[in-house]
């Protein structure tokens, strides 16, 4: 009798075998192939099991590539800068490189036990100094290409973090990282040009195997219009507002205007009357986030007192000020057409404003409008000269227009902003700027580079707007490289992403001092292939990446300029009731237990097992001891069968290569969860055909093969006891004979005027009119009427039609 299945026994030979003898070998002959996962933050609380599914789909992926003959380049690294860190050793009392490095060390015992072919040759943490020199870099040579600028603006403000926050970072009105509510304030801040990259951001999404929904998310995010933008003179002044709009067609029904609260004019703009209003505006509009003030569903509002001038008619149109405007969308000021906008419509009905309809639908007003007509085509009234027109027509030709009277021009326009790159915060890499009050901003020679982040005691976030850097005088007072005067060092930081944004150049040439990486490997072995991780990261990280990835190719670093050939988003798995796991909801669950009392394979499969990789699943660990069984039933068939010498007969191959169609076609389309679906009614089938009359030997080999990348220990020991010597990802992924999977007969359906009336089993080749022979032998008397048509759908369905 065989000996059962031992999980730990096997699964801790083989993970030192495994050390000792690497799988994935680069012997300079094969092709590459580049799998890479979203490298984690190292938080304190470890990895659950959610995120045990993406690292054990990139790994079951890797090693399909592997066994199809290619040289796979998997690497793993720490995203270790940042709010996350820091917050964390804010939490606990200690310093973040102490708390950072404890984490790490414990997330690399949990990765390693999920017996990844991770190559740790290649490992990067972006808080080493060797590393971040290179972030520094990049820093510098966008610098010198204007990409990195200094500006005074309203920023999205962390009360709690005690940080500037970009766009990307406030999720409903609240900060991404702890989940406070986020209020803005005036700052110095370091800006990365990214809307520079914009129109190309935008085009290169149709060259990338993404998932649709992502490439959606950023074309949103970029938000590309096409409109013109319009100077309107302010009334008794020499001020004049331009607004940016998509729909100038409608000018003439503009009857009044708002502007941002943060908008250069809008104080200047108040009267005596309405002046401690509109401060008191202004104020309280600088408490909220640019996401509520875009959510809230009641608008708020407040006149200036002062009017503008319609350029289009002449007519005066009040200026207002509403927090629902954004400074840096656009012009931070936008002309309103009620009768054609709802937001409009409602501003104006709340304030008993003029609507003027200048499009209908039949070129006749309506009568004591209720909602605003937002067709988009329509006949033009009330428009002066622009009477009859059509406005889908006018709308692209009213911007040429409106240059030609000298009031405005064409213009394109985007949501895209700008980056804010720079952080209040001490644990994130220094930016390598220095002040000089002669020379202005002058950057850190490259021969300089890394400045490196001064150890210290006190590292908390200040508050006052100023990073903890700041009080550090020996490392901010300095010399000016270029006149040689005092100056001071830049004491912001950059932000978590700006390590995450090219990591993935590094990992191939990680130990090169001389380039980021040389052109050579570069060449060799980028862009990646297949990049896994979480969809919570489409419109940050990626569209970051994507944009460090193409400056870096338009300074020749390297020759691509999109970092990541396919991309594939698995979903979360979630406590129960579709709760995020955390560790303050005291819903985590660790991988820990389960791979001790179950084994890493079980635990592997299950992860794949518990639903579609793309989509959430509620973890519910009842079910890993149904994978369990079902590898100790496959452990226990091949052991029984191995040498029982039996000979494959039509039917064993038949099964044979099905089982190789089944799971090759389930995993390149990476429906996972019915790969293991299919593993265990296969193994049933197998077994069943054991007791009968066994197994074959090249059956067992091949169903070891295609197991090996789920549940590579068990499928180890197995090739090893069929009496191999070698490993079982030496061996090629296994292919399907079509001809051999053909069945010799077939169930079909019989039916009547489209309803079933009986089966039929026929065989496989037979001609149509033996099936239409035997159907209606099948039908007999139910055949009573005239027939009239003879349908035969090969290998499915027989339809008689009679009246």
Not at 128 to 144: A, G, L, N, R
Not at 333 to 354: G, L
Not at 535 to 563: M, N, Q, W
Request: proline share 5%; aromatic share 10%.
């Amino acid at each position: 009798m065989a000996t059962p299945y031992n999980h730990k026994a096997i699964e801790q030979k083989w993970r030192k075998h495994w050390q000792e003898h690497p799988v994935n070998v680069n012997d300079g002959k094969k092709p590459k192939y580049y799998c890479l996962d979203m490298f984690p933050y190292p938080s304190g609380s470890g990895l659950h099991v959610g995120h045990w599914r993406g690292y054990v789909i990139s790994d079951v992926w890797s090693r399909y590539k592997l066994l199809n003959g290619y040289y796979v380049i998997h690497p793993m690294g720490w995203d270790a800068f940042g709010l996350p860190a820091e917050n964390y050793a804010i939490k606990m009392g200690t310093h973040p490189r102490i708390s950072t490095e404890a984490n790490i060390k414990n997330i690399k015992r949990q990765i390693n036990e999920i017996s990844a072919i991770y190559d740790w040759d290649m490992e990067v943490n972006t808080t080493d100094p060797e590393f971040y020199k290179w972030t520094q870099w990049i820093f510098v040579k966008m610098f010198k290409k204007g990409l990195a600028y200094e500006k005074q603006m309203p920023i999205n403000w962390c009360p709690s973090c005690k940080t500037g926050l970009a766009n990307e970072e406030v999720v409903n009105g609240k900060c991404e990282r702890c989940g406070a509510d986020v209020t803005k304030k005036n700052l110095r801040q370091w800006m990365l040009k990214i809307t520079a990259y914009a129109d190309r951001l935008l085009a290169d999404l149709d060259k990338l195997d993404w998932p649709e929904k992502v490439k959606k998310m950023q074309a949103e995010w970029i938000g590309k219009s096409h409109g013109a933008e319009v100077n309107f003179k302010v009334d008794g002044r020499d001020d004049e507002i331009t607004v940016y709009t998509t729909r100038p067609d409608t000018l003439h029904g503009a009857t009044f205007m708002v502007l941002a609260p943060e908008h250069e004019l809008a104080k200047d703009l108040a009267t005596d009357e309405t002046r401690e209003a509109v401060e008191e505006y202004i104020y309280q509009a600088s408490l909220k986030s640019s996401v509520d003030r875009m959510q809230d569903k009641e608008k708020t509002g407040v006149f200036t007192g002062s009017y503008a001038i319609n350029p289009i008619n002449g007519a005066k149109v009040p200026i207002w000020l509403s927090d629902y405007v954004l400074a840096d969308y656009g012009t931070g000021a936008i002309m309103c057409v009620p009768a054609h906008d709802d937001r409009d419509f409602e501003f104006a009905k709340k304030f008993d404003i003029p609507i003027i309809q200048v499009i209908a639908k039949d070129g006749k007003e309506i009568e004591n409008m209720e909602e605003a007509y937002t067709e988009a085509s329509g006949i033009m009234i009330n428009s002066g000269d622009w009477n009859g027109k059509e406005s889908s027509e006018l709308k692209e030709e009213a911007p040429k227009i409106i240059e030609e009277m000298g009031i405005g021009k064409k213009t394109t326009n985007y949501k895209l902003r700008d980056w804010v790159f720079s952080r209040q915060r001490y644990w994130g890499e220094p930016i390598p700027i220095v002040h000089c009050p002669d020379c202005g901003a002058v950057p850190v020679p490259e021969e300089e580079l890394p400045l490196t982040l001064p150890e210290v005691e006190k590292y908390e976030p200040t508050g006052t707007g100023e990073s903890p850097l700041a009080d550090i005088e020996d490392w901010v007072n300095c010399k000016c490289p270029v006149c040689g005067k005092d100056a001071k060092r830049e004491t912001n930081t950059m932000p978590q992403w700006a390590g995450s944004s090219w990591y993935f150049l590094r990992y191939i040439d990680n130990k090169n001092n001389e380039e980021l990486v040389s052109r050579e490997k570069a060449d060799k072995y980028l862009p990646v292939d297949m990049y896994i991780g979480g969809v919570e990261h489409a419109v940050l990280h990626l569209l970051y990446s994507r944009f460090y990835t193409k400056f870096l190719c338009d300074i020749g670093v390297i020759d691509f300029d999109e970092p990541f050939h396919k991309l594939f988003n698995q979903g979360m798995i979630t406590g129960k009731n579709g709760i995020k796991m955390s560790k303050s909801k005291g819903n985590v669950v660790s991988p820990d237990d389960l791979v001790r009392d179950y084994g890493c394979d079980s635990l592997r499969m299950y992860e794949l097992f518990v639903g579609p990789p793309e989509l959430d699943a509620e973890w519910d660990e009842s079910g890993i001891d149904g994978v369990h069984r079902f590898l100790t039933r496959f452990y226990k068939l091949v052991m029984d069968q191995k040498d029982k010498g039996v000979e494959a007969d039509k039917e064993l191959l038949k099964v044979r290569h099905k089982l190789i169609y089944d799971i090759t076609t389930r995993l390149n389309n990476f429906s996972l969860n019915t790969v293991v679906s299919g593993f265990m009614e296969y193994t049933n089938t197998l077994t069943a055909m054991a007791k009968k009359s066994g197994v074959d030997k090249e059956t067992l080999e091949t169903a070891i093969v295609l197991l090996a990348p789920f549940a590579p220990h068990i499928a180890e020991e197995l090739w090893e006891a069929m009496g191999h010597e070698d490993s079982v990802f030496a061996q090629t992924w296994p292919t399907y004979d079509e001809e051999a999977m053909k069945e010799d007969e077939v169930e079909i359906v019989v039916q009547i005027n489209g309803k079933v009336k009986g089966k039929l089993v026929i065989g496989a080749e037979e001609d149509k009119d033996s099936v239409l022979a035997k159907a209606k032998e099948v039908l007999g008397d139910k055949l009573n009427g005239n027939i009239v048509k003879e349908i035969y759908v090969p290998g499915r369905i027989v339809n008689i039609v009679q009246k």
